[in-house]
């Protein structure tokens, strides 16, 4: 079923779901004919491509990257007529002054900023103002929704997008557990494609000022949760009338609560949405969030929150290369593999497939199903037939149509036996937990007839003592495993668990219709409901964890229970379990620098994200899928701009990936300047090692970018992935040097739908396209006018460029990629430039730089001007200089070092590192 559509990927034994579903549908087709006169068919815009059990992988062709040549540099002039560098003296760029942006809520239900409307048409009786306490400079407010007093959900406009609103980046939820962006034109027509159930908007203003050289303005919209309400937005075009439209579309606000606590509200004033204004688009949402955190008090930001050590160390997680099937000879074979191959993993995720859990998975039958890469190809056309009237009708139908709610009653009837069956052949999804303790797999006889015992403490042991591996995590579902808890287990341990089958909420179908059938509503959920017994569940199955060796966490499927339906999930028992996983984790995995060791997985629903005030990590969209060639594009589109929300909550978690794969490059140089953790999946002996070792110190330390990667401020608003000829840009500054980098991707070609909830390969031979960068795309350099180097990796080729604004160029075929190491040049006397690059052959050169001056120096005579940093090695340095050095002193001996006049490149080779903290001094002088 749809919700479970990022589970069946990651159990890679979906695809046999194609047999089970043409059986089920030929049961139903009959009845599904007779009632199509009573279903009133949806717009081609949402016909469903595809579901969860009828998936299938297109493969996208992938050209070959182009060769240097395709590579060409443009731009502003680089010397004078006498063949010297043309620089600006490097001087903050003036801001403009501009008076203050008072945001208020007119009485006539206009919300605006200076002299121009972003939203009109707010009902002043359902809505009120309120500024945050530290908002010193009235640019941000929140709304206030005044709700009935009963009911679990409810609906209020906010109104209709003023004429200042020239683009919106929305982030939607995409299914229960994540969300993606989408991109729209501002009036009417743009907010008609805002999608349904928006968490996060971001909107581009006109500047409303006359003056030239004003800056563009931009706004934030935030929904929150409030006395255990969750606020969302989508489109709705029964607003308001106006004369010149037959319509206006609106802006709706969501308010839902699934908890029944909320059912009745005493008051029932809701603190629905934050809204503000800015100049800057970075600087807008840092301080949007921070005064939503203080306000609300129910989570902290990323700026307020340690980083676990392990996010800048290399790491392997065992489930694309084992799944379920993992067991201790493959998590000591996979790191070993990695060890041979010269990046050692440092960390190791202990995925699926270590619990004890109930039901056990039944042989499979290999008659019926004899291959595992069996597809759809093997189907025949009557079968392939029924399919598609299963996705074009069944889930594409309204929920309260009489097809859906008929094919919804022979789900929970009549084939409710072949759904178990199903399930429980194929999937790990309606499992339980069963026990607290690990299972035959890393428990008990280390092999059939012997004495000898294995246990999970005695594999970490062997990990850290044998292998080098510094920390090994484990991987469990925040209510346990897919189903919850058994009762069984309940009550053997003292624990109170209900089993409750949820029905979805209204809302939760108009998302996912397929929570009407999955797992949880067919056969039920086991869920604890109280703080005292979730604070027993956390420390019996966090405890033993702690007893075996292991430091910490990654808590799955946590948006599962925030929709667990009516009366039983949303945002109140969302809270209740994520506060006591976090105290769990803050209190049993805490690193050695105060960090919780945790990342949040499957919880892009606001009840999950707005609860965060300990744990500092979470996976930033749905998975890495090795087999679904069309995914990896639309992959780094989600992380890349879902980062812009998530990274002011968390380290957003880009995934693993493996390093052997057909789009390996594109995600490891994603990767490298996304300031994020960096692991991979690949099975034991299938590495690309020589792509690997451009991410990965020999001592299995990473090069990490300091700051989530977000995209470039002229990518915010623009569809890289539907446009067909813009690239997507990263930007990302590194810890010492000022030095910044920009990676420029051509991720054309597919987008998600949000109305077939899948996919939607648009162009399967996306054209090349040429990317513009710019000095200034890190934002962080904004302040710095010129000069700056700049450092191209693919093409190997370092390049001066006098201002910020001026402009490079790149080609790039279809999942191509180039990444800009930028560096300001400082000047010193007699106009010497210099400008530190880093080791130029890995993928984020600059952040091998650990610390430098930020000014060059002079000797006491004032004879030798000197330079001094320290860097990470081994590998080659280079830096920037229009002069040729004296010489070059790593670690108090000079070295052999070459210089080229012509593009002012000098380079010399570091040595291994004697202590890797460390790293190795350098002394240039000239």
């Given amino acids: 079923s749809e919700p479970q559509k990022c589970s069946y990927h990651r159990s890679m034994e979906f695809k046999k779901s194609y047999v089970w579903l043409t059986r089920i549908t030929e049961l139903l087709v009959i009845v599904c004919i007779c009632s199509l006169r009573a279903f009133s068919p949806p717009s081609a815009k949402r016909t469903a491509r595809a579901s969860l059990l009828l998936l299938r992988s297109t493969k996208v062709p992938i050209k070959e990257s182009p060769s240097t040549a395709d590579g060409y540099r443009g731009g502003d002039d680089l010397r004078d007529g006498a063949n010297n560098y043309i620089f600006a003296t490097p001087t903050a760029v003036a801001a403009v002054e501009t008076n203050p942006i008072d945001l208020r ?13 972003f939203l009109e048409g707010l009902e002043p009786s359902q809505w009120t103002a309120s500024r945050a306490s530290n908002d010193l400079k009235k640019q941000s407010l929140f709304l206030h929704a005044s709700l009935p007093d009963a009911g679990s959900e409810h609906e209020r406009t906010l109104g ?30 743009g907010l008609e494609e805002l999608p349904y159930d928006t968490q996060f908007l971001l909107l581009e203003l006109e500047n409303g000022s006359s003056e030239e050289g004003a800056p563009q303005q931009y706004g934030l919209v935030l929904p929150l949760l409030d006395k255990g309400f969750r606020a969302s937005l989508r489109a709705s075009t029964t607003g308001m009338q106006t004369k010149e439209d037959d319509h206006t579309t609106m802006i709706q606000v969501m308010c839902t609560a699934c908890s029944g606590e909320a059912a009745a509200q005493k008051d029932n004033d809701m603190r629905a949405v934050f809204i503000a204004v800015g100049t800057d688009p970075f600087q807008l949402l840092r301080e949007g969030f921070e005064h939503v955190a203080q306000a609300t008090g129910t989570f902290e ?37 990695l060890r041979d191959a010269g990046t050692p993993a440092k960390f190791v995720i202990l995925d699926d497939g270590w619990q004890q859990v109930s039901p056990s998975k039944p042989a499979k039958d290999e008659e019926e199903i004899s291959s595992p890469n069996e ?18 009708h069944v889930l594409a139908a309204d929920p309260e149509s009489v097809l859906f709610r008929m094919f919804r009653w022979f789900c929970h009837s009549v084939l409710k036996a072949q759904f178990w069956k199903f399930f429980d052949t194929y999937t790990d999804f309606n499992r339980q937990l069963s026990g607290f303790a690990p299972n035959s797999k890393f428990e008990g006889l280390a092999s059939v007839g012997g004495r000898e015992k294995k246990t999970l403490k005695g594999m970490v042991s062997k990990l850290k003592e044998e292998l080098g591996v510094g920390q090994v995590w484990c991987w469990h579902a925040l209510h346990g495993y897919w189903r919850g808890v058994s009762e069984e287990l309940g009550r053997k341990s003292g624990l109170d668990v209900k089993t409750v089958h949820p029905e979805a909420s209204a809302s939760m179908l108009r998302l996912e219709p397929n929570a009407a059938w999955d797992p949880v509503s067919l056969f039920g959920v086991g869920l604890l409901t109280n703080a005292a017994d979730l604070e027993k569940f956390y420390e019996k199955l966090h405890q033993p964890l702690v007893d075996a060796g292991i430091d910490g966490v990654k808590v799955d499927i946590q948006s599962g229970v925030s929709a667990t339906g009516m009366g039983t999930g949303g945002p109140k028992l969302t809270e209740l379990y994520t506060q006591a996983m976090e105290d769990s984790v803050g209190k049993r995995f805490r690193a050695s620098n105060g960090a919780a060791n945790g990342i949040n997985c499957m919880c892009h629903s606001t009840e999950n994200l707005y609860r965060y005030k300990v744990t500092a990590v979470a996976r930033a969209s749905d998975d890495f899928f090795p087999d679904r060639p069309e995914s990896h594009t639309v992959h780094l589109i989600n992380v890349v701009y879902n980062s812009l929300f998530l990274g002011e909550i968390c380290l957003p978690d880009w995934d693993m990936f493996h390093s052997k794969h057909p789009s390996a490059g594109l995600h490891a140089a994603a990767r490298a300047i996304g300031g994020c953790p960096v692991y991979v999946s690949d099975a034991p002996g299938h590495h690309d090692a020589e792509l690997l070792r451009k991410l990965v110190l020999p001592d299995g330390s990473v090069l990490r970018a300091s700051l989530p990667g977000r995209p470039t401020r002229d990518c915010l608003f623009v569809d890289v992935g539907g446009d067909g000829k813009s690239a997507m840009k990263i930007w990302n500054q590194n810890l010492a040097g000022n030095s910044g980098v920009v990676g420029a991707f051509h991720v054309q070609g597919v987008n998600w739908n949000f109305q077939s ?36 990796h693919k093409l190997s080729k370092l390049e ?71 860097s990470r090695g081994p590998g080659r340095f280079v830096a920037f200089t229009n002069r040729r050095p004296l010489h070059v002193l790593v670690d108090g001996v000079k070295v052999d070092c070459s210089y080229d006049e012509e ?20 002394l240039v002088e000239w």
């Fill in 160 to 189: 209709s997008l003023g004429g200042a609103v020239t683009n919106m980046l929305a982030c939607a939820r995409q299914s229960r557990y994540w969300m993606g962006p989408k991109t729209m034109a501002g009036g009417s027509d």
């Fill in 105 to 117: 809520l007119d009485p006539d239900g206009s919300l605006r900023f200076g002299n121009q409307v």
């Fill in 757 to 792: 909830h899948e996919n939607e390969i648009l162009d399967q031979s996306p054209a090349p396209l040429v990317a513009t960068v710019k000095p200034h795309d890190v934002e962080t350099l904004r302040d710095h006018s010129g000069p700056f180097a700049v450092w191209r």
């Fill in 375 to 392: 597809t759809s190809d093997s189907i025949n056309w009557w079968q392939k037939l029924l399919q598609k009237f299963y996705v074009r």
């Fill in 903 to 922: 593009d002012s490149e000098l380079s010399f080779q570091l040595p291994e590192e004697a202590d890797a903290v460390v790293g190795h001094d350098i």
């Fill in 800 to 870: 001066y460029r006098s201002r910020g604004d001026s402009v490079m160029r790149v080609a790039l075929n279809h999942q191509d990629w180039e990444i800009f190491t930028v560096v300001p040049l400082q000047v010193a006397r007699a106009n010497l430039l210099w400008g530190p690059i880093g080791l130029v052959d890995m993928l984020n050169s600059g952040g091998a730089i650990v610390e430098a001056d930020s000014q060059v120096d002079y000797s006491s005579s004032g004879a030798v001007i000197r330079a001094r940093l320290t």
């Fill in 301 to 337: 930001t990323l700026s307020n929150k340690q980083l676990p050590p392990t996010v800048n160390q290399f790491g392997w997680c065992t489930w694309d290369a084992f799944y379920s099937s993992i067991n201790e000879a493959g998590v000591v074979e996979g790191v070993t593999s």
